[in-house]
């Protein structure tokens, strides 16, 4: 007999389900990170040398200050999370949802983020350390939240609102992200 372990309808799609509760839905894989499913929006990550699931553990307690949390946490079968993850998580008030195994599409905001990391930061930096590893991929995040456009949502920036079209006088201004690996652009307005 196969349990439920959600609130989803036994004939509605697991992508009706994700894109109806998407507002309510946080994601994670390793690099741990946290993506909010509705924005894109990288919400926390963490790295270190050998994870355990006290560490996972650690890092949703971080991840959900002053009661800040989701609905649900979409994560993967990896004995990484364990139980010290799920009961933090019971704790907070937020459901786990486990995807299927084999199903890579059932998590694939969290998987696209770990292949745009790779493919578009890692993949082009020797790292040396913990310490680096983290500082790169907090700039990479800064970057992905507040400037790099994101195609599956219109080509939005996460962390911020859909500005107005811009006046046509002034000049674009290019910002190197990663010492020029990649660059945000601003607009200045002509004086």
């Not at 697991?14 to 924005?39: G, P």
């Not at 994560?75 to 990484?80: E, F």
């Not at 990663?178 to 002509?190: F, K, M, P, V």
């Amino acid at each position: 007999m196969q349990q439920e372990r959600s609130d989803r309808p036994a004939s509605q799609s697991w992508a009706t389900f994700l894109k109806t509760h998407a507002q309510s839905i946080w994601a994670c894989d390793f690099v741990f990170f946290i993506v909010e499913l509705a924005t894109r929006r990288v919400v926390h990550f963490g790295v270190t040398h050998h994870p355990s699931q006290f560490w996972v553990a650690q890092q949703l307690r971080e991840a959900t200050p002053n009661g800040q949390k989701p609905r649900f946490i979409l994560r993967d079968n990896d004995c990484k999370y364990g139980s010290a993850f799920d009961a933090v998580a019971k704790a907070s008030g937020i459901e786990v949802l486990r995807t299927p195994y084999r199903a890579p599409r059932a998590n694939a905001i969290a998987e696209r983020f770990v292949g745009s990391l790779r493919r578009e930061c890692l993949d082009h930096l020797l790292i040396f350390g913990e310490q680096q590893l983290r500082r790169v991929i907090a700039a990479y995040v800064d970057y992905f939240n507040n400037s790099r456009p994101h195609q599956g949502i219109d080509q939005h920036v996460p962390c911020r609102p859909p500005t107005p079209a811009e006046p046509t006088s002034g000049t674009t201004i290019a910002f190197p992200v990663l010492n020029g690996l990649h660059h945000a652009y601003a607009y200045q307005r002509a004086a």
